[in-house]
């Protein structure tokens, strides 16, 4: 069973920081999904040796810092979520030690064991995000349900968005009844979603 809880974390917020170890392909693809949920994350990149991909998005971004040497443990001072994408496997799992013990959440490329969090496949439209997770046993999988799902939801979801939030906004009562009252005016989507299955059948 996939038991992980899902959250969506405010990497963009000041005091959060953000650690990267490894400068290669997989580091680069690493601090690519970062930036491109959470542009203004604050990140700081060890490696001996850095991709010029990699310093290309650091050049335009005050809040990358490349760091141009080989981890040690001081790196982890002052950071809130680790990322280790070395080509060293022993070395990626004892810095997931050195993580542990220090309370920090951690993951390790293609090394689900030792993995406290998983980075997900995101379908992206507008406000909307929808994180895919097949719990470390399939990325090819979720990137193509990203592709899928990417292709059917409709791209007129962020008026429907927008106005539901302006009928939110406009509702008065607790909270339950806001709930409530929601739930009834957004089930037509579920309705007319039904009645189509149904129609092609």
């Known amino acids: 069973m996939n038991n992980l809880f899902p959250i969506f974390l405010k990497l963009e917020n000041e005091d959060l920081h953000l650690l990267i170890v490894g400068g290669g392909?997989?580091?680069l693809e690493k601090i690519e999904a970062?930036?491109?949920n959470s542009p203004q994350a604050t990140v700081t990149l060890v490696s001996p040796e850095i991709r010029e991909e990699i310093r290309e998005m650091a050049?335009?971004?005050p809040r990358i810092t490349l760091v141009e040497r080989k981890f040690t443990d001081h790196d982890l001072d002052e950071k809130d979520l680790v990322i280790v994408a070395t080509n060293d496997k022993e070395e990626n799992k004892r810095i997931k030690r050195v993580?542990?013990?220090r309370h920090l959440l951690c993951n390790v490329a293609d090394t689900p064991d030792y993995c406290d969090f998983y980075l997900?496949?995101?379908v992206k439209k507008g406000n909307l995000k929808v994180a895919i997770s097949t719990n470390g046993m399939s990325p090819t999988l979720?990137?193509?349900?990203?592709?899928?799902?990417t292709e059917a939801l409709p791209d007129d979801l962020e008026t429907a968005m927008a106005q539901l939030k302006e009928v939110r906004d406009m509702l008065r009562g607790d909270f339950a009844y806001k709930v409530e009252e929601l739930n009834r005016i957004t089930e037509v989507?579920?309705?007319e979603k039904k009645?189509?299955?149904?129609k092609q059948e």
Do not use: M
């Not at 979720?142 to 799902?149: D, G, N, P």
């Not at 009645?195 to 149904?198: L, W």
């Open 59 to 61: 050049g335009g971004n």
């Open 142 to 149: 979720a990137k193509r349900l990203r592709e899928v799902l």
């Open 195 to 198: 009645n189509a299955g149904e």
């Open 34 to 36: 970062v930036l491109g």
């Open 120 to 122: 997900s496949s995101v």
């Open 25 to 27: 392909y997989v580091g």
């Open 99 to 101: 993580a542990r013990a």
């Open 189 to 191: 989507l579920v309705k």
